[in-house]
T-cell receptor
Framework: GAVVSQHPSWVICKSGTSVKIECRSL??????MFWYRQFPKQSLMLMAT?????????EQGVEKDKFLINHASLTLSTLTVTSAHPEDSSFYIC??????????????FGPGTRLTVL | GESVGLHLPTLSVQEGDNSIINCAYS??????FIWYKQESGKGPQFIID?????DKRQGQRVTVLLNKTVKHLSLQIAATQPGDSAVYFC????????????FGTGTQLKVEL
């Protein structure tokens, strides 16, 4: 259990276009999903927290108008990179928080989406 | 020209040996800690977690030790196998509820045959 999928797994787009990435929890409901960004040989940096039915909470320095997040259901969150530029090229990873039945909720991660902007 | 890149700390071990990966966390108020394994081109995979009211927790072939006095976390992997080769990240959660994780820099584990 606790499987999270992402689609697409990789995407190449032209500068100025928008790209949508989907994150799905396949076998559990996730009231909260998270979006991270990871550059090569670096750690994961949290971009935003997505709550079902409400606006996302963005980390400091992350442009909310550039990285649009929608959490339309308990199993789906989407990240849209608008007007993408080469500096947006990165590995984008989502996670979903699963209620463990106790006091600790664990985040389970998707496989990531490699975005390359030409 | 010469390219300059970041270098992850690397731990090289022989197959069958035990591995110990260390992590120093930053916030003494953090209540929940997790170890993740990340293979190249993939998302992080949950390995084991521990709450701040414990100092040791064991899983299958893995043990996590927590020393709150010096804010230190370690992951021990018994009988390391080639499939264990990956980058390992520790993460701390101040809220204790999995709400906001702060990841460490990561350690590259290389298993030599």
């Amino acid at each position: 259990g606790a499987v999270v999928s992402q689609h697409p797994s990789w995407v190449i787009c032209k500068s100025g276009t928008s790209v949508k990435i989907e994150c799905r929890s396949l076998d559990f409901q996730a009231t909260t999903m998270f979006w991270y960004r990871q550059f090569p040989k670096q750690s994961l940096m949290l971009m935003a927290t997505s709550n079902e039915g409400s606006k996302a909470t963005y980390e400091q320095g992350v442009e909310k108008d550039k990285f649009l997040i929608n959490h339309a259901s308990l199993t789906l969150s989407t990240l849209t990179v608008t007007s993408a530029h080469p500096e947006d090229s990165s590995f984008y990873i989502c996670s979903a928080r699963r209620l463990a039945g106790g006091s600790t909720d664990t985040q389970y991660f998707g496989p990531g989406t490699r975005l390359t902007v030409l | 020209g010469e390219s300059v890149g970041l270098h992850l700390p690397t731990l090289s071990v022989q197959e069958g040996d035990n591995s110990i990966i260390n992590c120093a966390y930053s916030n003494s108020a953090s209540d929940y800690f997790i170890w993740y394994k990340q293979e190249s081109g993939k998302g992080p995979q949950f390995i084991i977690d521990i709450r701040s009211n414990m100092d040791k927790r064991q899983g299958q072939r893995v043990t996590v030790l927590l020393n709150k006095t010096v804010k230190h976390l370690s992951l021990q992997i018994a009988a390391t196998q080639p499939g264990d080769s990956a980058v390992y990240f520790c993460a701390e959660d101040l809220t204790g509820g999995g709400n906001k994780l702060t990841f460490g820099t990561g350690t590259q584990l290389k298993v030599e045959l």
